[in-house]
């Protein structure tokens, strides 16, 4: 007997048709009041362990931050953005600088580097009305440092300090359903 056969769970892949930009949302900086958001480069050294006497996580939901920046929109054009499948490390593409942290690999991301220590990923989803009612989650199977994720323009989920896997629902958010 198979289980996940007879299961009416469907588990469908999402790790194509990204956008990606590398680099800071040129609004960010000014919209962001937030002690990790202001500056999402990298976590410091001294800064591992206080996560908590950092910043209120459950703040970026509560208050919904960033639901101002131009690419959390809806309508935002990403055509210009490079268009990617899933998993992606942008560190990996850029190139070796040897006045780069080793912790780095030499690579010029972290303290120095903002430009290339913030990067935007985009994904459309066509959800299906007679998906309606159904419960629905996104399931991120590996996130590096510091994310957020906006759905529908809503601040959603949030992953901070290191590589983790994390699930999030989709029931209470306003979703838009093809007709």
């Given at each position: 007997?198979?289980?996940?056969?007879?299961?009416?769970?469907?588990?469908?892949?999402?790790?194509?048709n990204?956008?990606?930009?590398?680099?800071?949302?040129?609004?960010?900086?000014?919209?962001?009041?937030?002690?990790?958001?202001?500056?999402?480069?990298?976590?410091?050294?001294?800064?591992?362990?206080?996560?908590?006497a950092?910043?209120?996580?459950?703040?970026?939901?509560?208050?919904?931050?960033?639901?101002e920046?131009?690419c959390?929109?809806?309508d935002?054009?990403d055509?210009?953005?490079?268009?990617?499948?899933?998993?992606?490390?942008?560190?990996?593409?850029?190139?070796?600088?040897?006045?780069?942290?080793v912790?780095?690999g030499?690579?010029?991301?972290?303290?120095?580097?903002?430009?290339?220590?913030?990067g935007?990923?985009?994904?459309?989803?066509?959800?299906?009305?007679?998906?309606?009612?159904?419960?629905l989650?996104?399931?991120?199977?590996?996130?590096?440092?510091?994310s957020?994720?906006w759905?529908n323009?809503?601040?959603?989920?949030?992953?901070?300090?290191a590589?983790?896997?994390?699930a999030?629902?989709?029931q209470s958010?306003p979703?838009?359903?093809?007709?």
């Amino acid at each position: 007997m198979n289980v996940l056969a007879d299961s009416p769970r469907e588990r469908l892949s999402l790790d194509f048709n990204w956008r990606f930009h590398l680099g800071e949302a040129p609004e960010a900086a000014t919209l962001f009041n937030y002690p990790e958001v202001s500056d999402l480069s990298k976590t410091r050294m001294g800064e591992i362990g206080l996560e908590g006497a950092l910043a209120n996580l459950s703040d970026a939901m509560t208050e919904n931050i960033g639901a101002e920046v131009s690419c959390v929109q809806n309508d935002f054009n990403d055509r210009d953005w490079r268009q990617l499948a899933l998993p992606h490390d942008w560190a990996v593409e850029l190139p070796f600088d040897k006045t780069s942290d080793v912790m780095h690999g030499f690579k010029p991301v972290g303290p120095g580097f903002p430009q290339n220590s913030v990067g935007w990923y985009r994904r459309e989803l066509d959800l299906p009305a007679s998906d309606s009612g159904k419960t629905l989650w996104l399931d991120f199977d590996g996130v590096y440092r510091n994310s957020l994720v906006w759905v529908n323009v809503i601040a959603s989920a949030v992953t901070w300090m290191a590589t983790a896997a994390s699930a999030m629902t989709l029931q209470s958010l306003p979703l838009r359903w093809e007709e």
